[in-house]
């Protein structure tokens, strides 16, 4: 390469983006020879659509700047000095020149989003891009002319959508009009009008929203552009947030009256796994999550609570003397009492306020007899809300003096998180708020003083912290809190021993409907980046007049199940204080990288299933709520089930179960609990009725419908069986199977929730049926002498429900230990099969094969005693009991990515549970078999109480 070479002027685009222009080189500088029917060309080159900038983009990426060598001899000796700088510039000439290219030929802006960022989409719509990213994307798609989305110039493609353009173009047509006409008149009398200027210079505050009490709350009223998509539900204060990054629910179908994010649109099964358990954070927006608050008497409440079933003696004892002072919070199942026993209603969480400090002269008008007035906060899931609003408002009314419920769902939102990260992302977001050094709330400086804490359930069980903090906008965005490496300091384990909350305890700011107002009234975002344009960059904004403080709630919790597993924070805030929280939380910078997760409704049920946690509703079918959606399950199975076609979906009735039996235990569609109590079946006469069309569906050559127990059965119609389904707790039934020589029995529909781990293999999905093992008496008839002869076929071929084999127990005991119970090899379960066809030799005449045929005519072709039945079905697999050994059903199952092995959550039969237990003992008894619904092939299980 030469150095000494001159560059011609050039002009445009490529000019702009050089700071230098590259050396030419000698083979640049030669002239090139020309074709005789080229003409010359005059002025800069003309490109079309960008082909020759982007040439030139090329050709300047791989010129190689470089400088001649003559300059390191000095009178012909070699100078190593300048030799060694020449080498290394030309070195990282070729270097850059090697990016250049690399940048200029094969990376566009879709290739640089996110990893989890979908390519395709991104690639199209410049607003899916992130916005450092965006004016590269917009200039690339016009050189390549990429077509773009744009809403407003898309060409209606219906009859209805021009119609409503076009009625939309008259109607702003209209308001223009209208407009200016106003504006006109204003400007008229505003020159002949004697009073002068009429503007308004009086501004009120804003009124505060109503809270009825003992009545159901509206919801807070929605911008006009979006309030027509909020007829029928509510959105979340984050809603516009996930709209854009989850799958939500259909607008037309919400979920508990919200539009609740399903899940979000990227795959995130396994990250979600990991997150909430070994490196990072999950965050949920649990604001659909309804708050009830209870205000009267303390004695009238205590008696209000143990209505409830908040009957525990710990509770109302010195043990729960913390929890009513305000400093724990109670999280279990509440219920109501039915016709003869007792009904759940579903979870919920209670947290008192703490009572205001004695002054002076409180004591000095003592004489006066005042009961003191408490507050609670009663959280429960909106599934079960209006069950338990009626029943609190039943309650209320009884006490004297009467209690006052109020509908705090839309005044109060809330933020879950879980993982190892969540406690850091808290302490990054939540600042405590304090108007002069040293004035800071108790609470604030124990939440402080948690960092280095990597799962919230080594705090105290039940723990809970409130406090008021800064708007989080302020310091947008959040830095990265600095962790402390290795074991914990002697502060923390001091702070986590003694949790010193209860020093200068007051009533919590977040019950005061005042605080909870005035924090509602945050500055605009506008006026926050106002105030930051006069700040540095990156220097948080300092707290003002016109900045409220928020009140807020910490709620630490723990998992039911014994091991490591993750704990949860649940924080609680007002509601318009949810988004500003919300948006500096999912851009906290981990220290473990990345950002939080974002979750959803199916993330929040696989956390559950991967810790052993029953999710409500659906694993609490014996509730009203549990029952809701299990009628609406087997309404989506149905569907699916009738939207395949006939060759490829499965027929209950034809299923081969082994042993000659057919057909599946109740509906395969559906935890059919009404099948395993022999309920009356209310809704079989509408199975009838629906049945009663099949001649009509016959002379039309259409698919009869099924008739299934239950398969078509309408909600309301299946209501009054299932309803009769109770649940029964793991103290109730763990007292039932103490050791009292006569227990008490179960009622005959009660269950209880169960967690199945399989043994060596199989993995369970929903609906799956749970068998008991076969009771040990179980015996088959021996044939007496007489007829011990040898028939020429099947004694019974035609029996529907054929003999199981006298040792099906044993066999399944077996299968505890997978290497002494190995399956036969492929040799061994060929000759096993005794019904395969016999050849006939090669090469005899007609004779012999007449006596072959003869003889394999009157001769017997099933050996006597008939060998067992899984020898024939199954391949030597033992079958599952039979139906009168079913236990109950699984209502969430799948691979569990904790545990490597497959696991479920069900609920089964209380009184058949307690007989086995009784019958085989506590280590025999507790064995199951799990079959899946169209299945033949059961696996072996354990179960455990929940």
Not at 146 to 165: Q, V
Request: with cysteine.
């Amino acid at each position: 390469m030469d150095s000494k070479g001159s560059l011609p002027s050039r002009k445009g685009q490529e000019a702009k983006k050089r700071k230098e222009p590259p050396t030419m080189t000698k083979d640049n500088n030669r002239p090139q020879p020309k074709s005789a029917g080229a003409r010359p060309t005059t002025g800069p080159p003309t490109t079309s659509r960008g082909g020759g900038a982007k040439r030139g983009k090329f050709q300047d990426a791989r010129n190689i700047r470089s400088q001649p060598s003559d300059a390191a001899f000095e009178d012909g000796k070699l100078d190593l000095q300048k030799f060694l700088n020449t080498r290394e510039f030309e070195i990282k000439a070729l270097e850059n020149s090697m990016r250049k290219c690399k940048t200029a030929n094969a990376t566009r802006v879709f290739q640089q989003v996110p990893r989890a960022m979908r390519r395709r989409t991104a690639s199209h719509n410049v607003k899916r891009v992130p916005k450092r990213l965006r004016e590269r994307a917009r200039k690339e798609m016009i050189e390549d002319n990429t077509p773009t989305i744009e809403s407003r110039k898309r060409r209606p493609r219906t009859t209805r959508a021009r119609i409503r353009a076009e009625t939309a173009k008259t109607l702003g047509i209209l308001a223009a009009r209208k407009k200016k006409k106003q504006l006109e008149k204003a400007a008229a009398q505003g020159t002949s009008s004697p009073e002068g200027d009429t503007r308004t210079t009086v501004h009120t505050r804003a009124p505060r929203p109503k809270i009825r009490r003992n009545m159901l709350n509206d919801p807070p009223k929605a911008e006009s552009k979006f309030r027509k998509r909020q007829v029928n539900k509510t959105w979340l204060p984050t809603h516009l947030w996930h709209a854009k990054r989850a799958r939500m629910t259909e607008p037309s179908k919400p979920l508990w009256r919200f539009s609740v994010p399903l899940t979000p649109t990227e795959k995130c099964y396994r990250p979600t796994h990991r997150a909430s358990g070994q490196k990072g954070v999950v965050a949920w927006d649990m604001s659909y999550m309804s708050t009830i608050g209870l205000y009267g008497t303390a004695q009238g409440a205590e008696r209000l609570l143990r209505a409830l079933g908040l009957t525990q003696e710990g509770l109302w004892g010195a043990r729960g003397q913390k929890w009513r002072a305000g400093v724990r919070k109670w999280s279990g199942l509440v219920s109501k009492q039915a016709k003869d026993s007792r009904r759940n209603i579903g979870p919920a969480t209670i947290v008192w306020n703490p009572q205001a400090p004695v002054q002076v002269d409180d004591c000095a008008d003592s004489s006066r007899s005042t009961k003191p007035q408490r507050q609670l906060f009663i959280r429960t899931h909106p599934s079960c809300f209006l069950e338990l609003f009626q029943e609190l408002l039943k309650l209320a009314k009884m006490q004297t003096p009467q209690l006052h419920v109020e509908d705090l769902r839309f005044e109060i939102g809330s933020i879950e998180l879980t993982g190892p990260g969540s406690t850091e992302t808290l302490l990054g977001v939540l600042r405590p708020f304090h108007d002069k050094a040293g004035k800071e709330e108790r609470h604030g400086q124990v939440f402080h003083s948690l960092l280095g804490v990597a799962n919230p359930a080594s705090l105290p069980k039940d723990a809970l912290l409130a406090f008021s903090i800064q708007d989080p906008r302020l310091a947008y965005p959040p830095t990265r809190v600095n962790i402390p490496s290795g074991s914990p300091d002697a502060a923390l384990i001091e702070t986590l021993t003694r949790w010193p909350v209860e020093e200068g305890l007051r009533p919590f700011d977040i019950f005061s409907r005042d605080s909870r107002f005035s924090a509602s009234r945050l500055p605009s975002q506008k006026a926050i980046n106002r105030r930051k344009g006069f700040n540095a960059p990156g220097e948080p904004l300092k707290v003002t007049a016109a900045d409220p403080a928020i009140p807020v709630m910490l709620l630490a919790s723990r998992p039911p199940t014994d091991g490591q597993a993750q704990g949860t924070w649940t924080l609680l805030a007002p509601w318009k204080c949810i988004m500003s929280i919300w948006y500096a939380l999912m851009h906290y910078p981990l220290s473990t990288g990345g950002n939080p997760r974002l979750g959803g409704l199916e993330e929040q049920r696989q956390i559950a299933f991967e810790q052993g946690t029953p999710w409500f509703p659906g694993d609490f079918p014996a509730t009203d709520a549990g029952l809701n959606w299990e009628l609406e399950q087997r309404a989506e199975r149905k569907r699916d089930w009738d939207r395949r076609p006939k060759g490829k979906r499965i027929e209950w009735k034809s299923l081969d179960l082994g042993g000659g039996r057919k057909g599946e235990c109740g509906d395969g569609l559906a935890c059919d609990f009404e099948h395993l109590f022999a309920l009356p079946a209310a809704h079989r006469s509408t199975a009838q009725a629906i049945g009663s069309g099949i001649s009509a569906a016959a002379e039309m050559d259409l698919d009869p419908p099924v008739r299934w127990e239950g398969a078509g059965a309408e909600k309301a119609a299946g209501r009054p069986a299932l309803g009769l389904i109770q649940q029964l707790t793991k103290a109730s039934f763990a007292g039932l199977s103490g050791g009292s020589s006569k227990p008490d029995k179960p009622s005959a529909h009660s269950t209880i929730i169960v967690n199945l781990g399989f043994i060596a293999r199989g993995v369970a999905n929903n609906c799956a049926r749970i068998y008991r093992l076969p009771a040990k008496k179980r015996r088959i008839a021996q044939p007496s002498a007489d007829d011990a002869e040898v028939l020429a076929s099947d004694p019974n071929p035609s029996d529907p429900s054929g003999p199981l084999s006298p040792d099906l127990r044993d066999q399944w005991l077996r299968k505890q230990h997978p290497s002494r119970s190995a399956s036969p090899t492929g040799r061994d379960r060929g000759r096993s099969r005794l019904g395969a066809a016999r050849q006939m030799p090669v090469g005899v005449d007609m004779d012999t094969r007449k006596g072959l045929l003869a003889r394999s005519l009157i001769s017997t072709e099933l050996p006597y005693p008939r060998p067992p039945a899984n020898q024939l079905d199954v391949g030597g697999h033992p079958l599952c009991p039979d139906e009168e050994d079913l236990l109950g059903f699984v209502t969430t199952g799948a691979f569990s990515l904790s545990e490597g092995k497959g696991t479920a959550i069900g609920s089964i039969s209380a009184a058949k549970a307690l007989e086995t237990l009784q019958d085989a003992g506590a280590r025999e008894g507790r064995l199951c078999v799990v079959r899946n619904a169209g299945e033949s092939v059961g696996w072996l299980a354990r179960w455990d109480l929940v």
